[in-house]
């Protein structure tokens, strides 16, 4: 060991610098181990683009027919909740259609409890009462409750309608969920309706860099080897070159197994190939200044060399780990999209139910809605009764008055005939009692019977079915309901 240091320091300077190129280019072929690995992973990269093409095909073609299938499912939802909205808006029109006919008979009630019946049509000990003490509200009452029950039965349909709708729509939001939630980046691309070019997709991009850093890779190698090459001749042509190379060859592996190595991996030095090869063609000192000079320009590039296939390999490991992992992505996506066509199944299975359920509904509401139709029209009838019956007080207070006022003029007209008749009472009894007078003594009895009878006496009365009990009504009473039927008419 002794005798090898001092040769070593006895080595003279560029013999030394030329060992110390040839120890570090010796070293640095290190990195084909890093190209193999670059190889390997440009290798299972273009597998993986090859599945990729291949992932991103399938997964289009099943969102495209899933999303075709939604479409089609969710203008079955659309028409179902129609029917329901459209029901809806045709109750609302129903229901205000009964709010009118029943606030119309409300005013017409309110009407008649205002309406007082004048005492003097009463018989004298009845107690007080208003137009609105003859109406029966019972039907009234019936008829709201069964409206009522109408539009409670709509609720109660309406309900289970909706239930079925959104049990329906949940399970074609599960699949839109499904869709609009990719498991890869590009997928939302895929969703507007981009799914072609490979701008979509990392994997292409990521490929051709790969390519890239193993080209680099490569060339970078072959300067390595290069410089190696051209180490060894320098050696070769350089008096005691191979001895000096070999011990620092040995002093190197002696070196990496005291750090810890097993003195076989890639870092060791051999110099077989100084040992083995042939001896070197003859070199002028200008061949070998010149070629010393390359050498030590070389040299001081080596390091960076290395570095960058280190570099390279470190991003090529990290490419490799993105497209790995975007190709997983795209193989849970068609395990989804898969999971997707079984609940489209399922949807499927139960639309046949949900259409059903929307004609029974349609069919529900049409049966309740003429039955409101029928029980407004009744409210209606109702409301027409009492307004007729206002009107008809109206008319019964005019009447009363104008048989009071033709009672009144009969009466006058029968005392102006009975003073007349009683005027010819008596003049006819004067007239009697002159003929007999003048003539009774000549005329025998029985010439005619009728001859000593007295005067027919005539009197004006009022019929048996007439009790007088015609009422005394107050000219307000008369006037305002006068003025109430010109305003009706």
Known sequence: MASQSSSRSSLPDPLERLVGHFVSAKRALAS????????????TARASLEENAILRAKNAFIHQSLQQQLDSLRAVQYGIEQVGQDAQSDLKTTVAAVDAAHTRLQQTLSSLRDTIVAPSLQPHDAAPKTLHSFVDEAPISDLSNAIRQNIDNYKEASAVLSETVDGFSGSLDAIERLLSSPSTPDGLAKIKGHSDGESESPVPRLYRSLETHAT????SLQSLVKHYDLCVTAIKHTE???EAARQAAEAQSKKSRMDGGDGAGSANVSVGSLQTDAPPLPMTDEERQEMMHVLDSDAAEVDDVVGEITEHSAAMEQ???QIMHHVQCLESEYTDLRQGFKLIANVCAETPGCVSASGDFLTRWEEEKLSIQEKMEELEG????????????????LEVARRRKVRERMLKIAKEAEGKIQKLYHDDVKEREAFRADHGEYLPSDIWSGLEHAPTKLEIRAGADDDGSIPELSKGLIDAAAKRMKTSL
């Open 216 to 219: 680099e890779m490569a060339e």
């Open 240 to 242: 005691g070159g191979g």
């Open 319 to 321: 490419q490799l780990a």
């Open 382 to 397: 109702l409301s027409e009764f009492y307004e007729g019956f206002l009107g008809a007080y109206d008319g019964l207070i």
């Open 32 to 43: 084909t181990t890093q190209v193999w690995r670059a190889n390997e992973i440009v290798t």
